[in-house]
């Protein structure tokens, strides 16, 4: 059974940092595009960083680039969002997901599996 679980959310002042972590197990996940999404309260759920599954590409959002970094550890399957000078903006819950398929990496529809989420909320 595929799964992916999140872990290392929490509640962090403004300019703060947090470490998001996503272990995967089930398929051979070292192959796959690994991506990190997140939804706010009354909002749309958005793509926030991927990674290819080599490691030789990745995308960012706008609104986090230079202050987040994805990064991927393909022998123990786990995938990592480091968050530094994160802003109230950045509260939501933050879901790991997982596809074969290249490229499109911040549409969601095109992922194969999903975490359940961590909660992230910074406080301003």
């Known amino acids: 059974q595929a799964q992916l679980v999140e872990s290392g959310g929490g509640l962090v002042q403004a300019g703060g940092s947090l470490r998001l972590s996503c272990a995967a197990s089930?398929?051979?996940?070292?192959?796959?595009?690994m991506a990190w999404f997140r939804q706010a309260p009354g909002k749309e759920r958005e793509a926030v960083a991927a990674?290819?599954?080599?490691?030789?590409?990745?995308y960012y959002a706008e609104a986090v680039k230079g202050r987040f970094t994805i990064s991927r550890d393909r022998v123990d399957h786990t995938v990592y969002l480091q968050m530094s000078n994160l802003q109230p903006e950045d509260t939501a819950v933050y879901y790991c997901?997982?596809?074969?398929?290249?490229?499109?990496?911040?549409?969601?529809?095109?992922?194969?599996?999903w975490g359940q989420g961590t909660q992230v909320t910074v406080s301003s």
């Open positions: 997901a997982a596809k074969r398929d290249d490229g499109d990496y911040d549409r969601g529809a095109s992922y194969d599996y």
């Open positions: 990674v290819s599954w080599s490691g030789g590409r990745v």
């Open positions: 089930g398929r051979a996940f070292g192959y796959y595009n």
